[in-house]
Each structure stands twice: as structure tokens, then as C-alpha cells.
């Protein structure tokens, strides 16, 4: 069974600080991941996936992630946080037709 | 582009109560979810669909029920409202091929069982 875990569930920084966000993948098959990003009271919006080849992936806002296939990872970064960062991050994993797995997600706030 | 729409936004019901969340997609997808989101546990699955007729239980589908009468529309049903299924619930789509395998979300509708 595929799984998703996050290692850090509250992140709290300073604006301009770096951010990495931790995630971990378990399944085999085709590895399709995923970071969705979700705004105080508002949906999930897709922020940057990975299907294959180029394992640096870069998204929308500055963010980009990193396919390790030898440690199963899937980090989200950032160079420099803004305020408006301040959201969840879900990482997630699939793509089939069962849809995605996702991580229990990662609350980050930005102080100014 | 209205993309997934989900109504109602807000709901409260009492325990027992029955009630039906909506969700309309115009994208054409073969594929819809639903998800719950509770605090610190991510998106669970609840039902899906593969297209018009088909519908399968996903991680925690106990209390729901689903139909997939067109390719648009796909309510998630809930039969006797209980506590535990205070939530976020989310409604997307996607369609598959080529490299994509993104989900489109729905605003999320917001229910509390009293």
C-alpha cells in the first residue's frame, strides 16, 4: 500500500528565512508526486509535481522540490519565505485512478 | 472557468439528519474524488469514481454514499449525520493520460454535526 508521511507538522520562521518542508513516499510502481498548498480558508492548489526526469522540479512562488529516489524523498524548498507563505502543504502520491495519498500536512506561519 | 463547484459552503446538522453535498465539475473529467479533512490528518478518501456508473469505496467511505449519473455531477450522501463526521469535505477531478494526474479541488464544503 502507498503512503505519504511529513515529518514536520507545525513550522514556524521568519520572513526571508529558507524553508523545507520533509516528505517521505512509500510504494512501488510509478512514482507520481505532488505538493498542494492550501491558503487560510481557501482549497488546495497544486503548487509542483513530478512524473519523471528532471528530479529538481520547480513550481509556482519560488517553491521547488527534489525527487531522491534513494531516500524515497520528496522535499519542498524555498529560498527565501514571505508572509504570505503562511499556509498547510500537503505532499502527496499516486495519480491513478484510486487518486492521491496524502501526507497529514505541514502548517507553516511566517512571522514578519 | 467554474473548474469543481461544491455546495452548500456551510451546514450544520443535527445527529440523524440526512443531507447531500453537491459537486459539479466542466472540464469534462472521467475522474472524481471525495476527500474529508480533519485537523492534523491530512485528506482522506471517501468515495470515488471513474466515470458514469462506477463508483468505488475509497479509505473511509463508512457513512457515505455516492452516484455517478453523468460525467459532471457526483453528490456524496450522507444517510444518519453523526458527530465523527464533522469535516472539510472536498470534491475534485481529474482526467488521466499524458503527465499530469492533478486534482482539481472544490472550495470544500464545511459540515458540523450537533
Known amino acids: 500500500a502507498q503512503s505519504v508521511s511529513q515529518h514536520n507538522h507545525h513550522v514556524i520562521l521568519s520572513e526571508a528565512a529558507s524553508l523545507e518542508l520533509g516528505c517521505n513516499y512509500s510504494y512501488g510502481g510509478t512514482v507520481n508526486l505532488f505538493w498542494y498548498v492550501q491558503y487560510p480558508g481557501q482549497h488546495l492548489q497544486l503548487l509542483l509535481k513530478?512524473?519523471?526526469?528532471?528530479?529538481l522540479v520547480k513550481g509556482i512562488k519560488g517553491f521547488e522540490a527534489e525527487f531522491i529516489k534513494s531516500k524515497f524523498s520528496f522535499n519542498l524548498r524555498k529560498p527565501s519565505v514571505q508572509w504570505s507563505d503562511t499556509a498547510e502543504y500537503f505532499c502527496?502520491?499516486?495519480?491513478?485512478?484510486?487518486?492521491?495519498?496524502f501526507g497529514k500536512g505541514t502548517h507553516l506561519i511566517i512571522q514578519p | 472557468n467554474a473548474g469543481v463547484t461544491q455546495t452548500p459552503k456551510f451546514r450544520i446538522l443535527k445527529i440523524g439528519q440526512s443531507m447531500t453535498l453537491q459537486c459539479t465539475q466542466d472540464m469534462n473529467h472521467n475522474y472524481m474524488y471525495w476527500y474529508r479533512q480533519d485537523p492534523g490528518m491530512g485528506l482522506k478518501l471517501i468515495y470515488y469514481?471513474?466515470?458514469?456508473?462506477?463508483?468505488d469505496k475509497g479509505e473511509v467511505p463508512n457513512g457515505y454514499n455516492v452516484s455517478r449519473s453523468t460525467t459532471e455531477d457526483f453528490p456524496l450522501r450522507l444517510e444518519l449525520a453523526a458527530p465523527s463526521q464533522t469535516s472539510v469535505y472536498f470534491c475534485a477531478s481529474f482526467t488521466p493520460g499524458g503527465n499530469t494526474g492533478e486534482l482539481f479541488f472544490g472550495e470544500g464544503s464545511r459540515l458540523t454535526v450537533l
Open positions: 513530478y512524473f519523471s526526469g528532471d528530479p
Open positions: 502527496a502520491g499516486g495519480g491513478g485512478a484510486d487518486g492521491l495519498t
Open positions: 469514481s471513474v466515470g458514469a456508473g462506477i463508483t
